[in-house]
């Protein structure tokens, strides 16, 4: 490996117990997109159905994960880094960095959005008392990146509070409705317009697909491959399972996928908008740290500078957030997460099989790779057709061809046309 990005290399005294690592991926399961998946999904199958098709993408997504981390566990680097080995240096600083900052930016003022929004609401609601929802987004944007510039260890601490507070109150929620007479709804419940095993599936792959693609920010601080292994599948598969559930759950018994709306039939506006406020929060910190870590390797600064360019993703997402992000932004961002996954494809062909899943075979590549950048270009393109985002673009809808769920057929693309193209261009096996 090149020592000229040593400057972000983990150090033995950084590494962190797998069960750290697996809190902070069952708080990024915790937030309210989650639960508003989950909705969508109970809502377009039955409960059973919905169950399998939630085990099944998360199942894809570990797998994924698991290979990703690994690879950051061995290198010690995050995945903007780690990329210039499967698109060079230059194509992964342009190309990969670019969209991950954007990507990571662009779901942070979302999040603040839809914590200032219904910060908002049920403020009024509780008080009578009207604060501007720009407001509201401001402040708990800046609350929240401050927590991101702390590092890992901030997110850390978050989560040891947020996630079970976070447990307890949807817990209650649904025990209430069920109580209540609410559940009543969930007997013999059937979809009025079904979305099929595969529509659930490729739901729930998309719903963290992107956090999958950047787990190699997190896992690189695991002690061990093992260790990396346990975490993904421990933080994100049964929580994944029980909140998506919860949603569809609670959204069948309300009427509703607003978070809000759960918690104040529930009778608990204030601990409501606790944990709504946390849910946002543990997820939204994430955002903002791999944004400044893939904003520093695109400005060319090592991990001493990453808190700078932390802050400058969170204020960014932050204004994005203020001016109405939530409105007019969501379209661009499933775009990129259909481009995303493609990213995935060749870093796994190019780690774990040209190079043997072997450290010593890895290598930041200089200028741009062409192998990597061509087989992720049509890994991206294929998603992007059969996934349903061109659909979405009257320009370009012809080009849409649905088939199976399409950020795995983009990751299995990019794979498929490295392994084939690499080698004979002489990447060292």
């Not at 880094?81 to 779901?107: D, F, N, P, Q, R």
């Not at 890992?152 to 601490?157: Q, V």
């Amino acid at each position: 490996m090149e020592k000229q990005n040593s400057g972000f290399e983990i150090k033995a005294e950084e590494r962190q117990s797998w069960v750290s690592i697996t809190m902070v991926w069952i708080g990024a399961m915790i937030c309210v997109p989650a639960l508003m998946i989950g909705g969508m999904i109970g809502a377009g199958l039955s409960l059973g159905t919905a169950a399998l098709a939630i085990i099944i993408g998360y199942v894809l997504i570990c797998i994924f994960m698991s290979f990703m981390g690994m690879h950051a566990c061995d290198t010690g680097l995050p995945t903007a880094v780690m990329a210039g080995s499967a698109l060079g240096e230059k194509g992964a600083k342009y190309i990969i960095s670019t969209i991950l900052a954007i990507s990571c930016i662009g779901w942070f003022g979302i999040q603040a959005a839809v914590c200032g929004s219904s910060f908002s609401s049920m403020i009024v609601g509780m008080t009578r008392l009207n604060i501007p929802v720009w407001l509201s987004s401001v402040v708990w944007g800046i609350i929240m990146l401050l927590t991101a510039c702390f590092r890992f260890s901030g997110l850390k601490w978050l989560n040891k509070i947020a996630v079970p507070l976070l447990g307890v109150v949807l817990a209650y929620s649904l025990i209430y409705n069920l109580a209540s007479g609410n559940g009543a709804a969930l007997v013999g419940y059937q979809p009025a317009a079904p979305i099929g095993l595969v529509g659930g599936i490729s739901l729930t792959v998309g719903s963290f697909v992107v956090a999958a693609a950047i787990s190699g920010d997190y896992c690189r601080f695991a002690k061990s491959r093992n260790d990396v292994v346990k975490s993904s599948i421990l933080g994100v598969l049964p929580a994944g399972l029980v909140v998506l559930m919860l949603g569809g759950i609670l959204a069948i018994c309300t009427g509703s996928y607003d978070i809000s709306v759960f918690l104040s039939t529930a009778g608990l506006p204030f601990i409501g908008l606790v944990a709504l406020v946390l849910a946002t929060w543990t997820t939204n910190v994430s955002n903002a740290y791999s944004g400044g870590l893939a904003l520093s390797v695109l400005l060319g600064q090592d991990e001493k500078k990453s808190q700078m360019t932390t802050a400058v993703a969170g204020i960014i997402g932050t204004v994005l957030a203020a001016v109405g992000i939530l409105n007019s932004i969501q379209g661009f961002l499933s775009l990129l997460s259909a481009i995303v996954p493609a990213l995935m494809g060749v870093m796994i062909a190019d780690y774990w099989i040209i190079g043997q899943g072997k450290v010593e075979n890895f290598e930041i590549r200089k200028g741009f790779y062409a192998p990597g950048v061509v087989s992720f270009v049509l890994g991206a393109l294929v998603a992007c057709m059969t996934g349903g985002t061109f659909a979405t673009i009257p320009a370009l809808s012809f080009l849409n061809i649905p088939f199976f769920i399409g950020p795995i057929n983009g990751i299995v693309v990019a794979l498929v046309v490295y392994v084939i193209i690499a080698k004979p261009a002489g990447k060292k096996a």
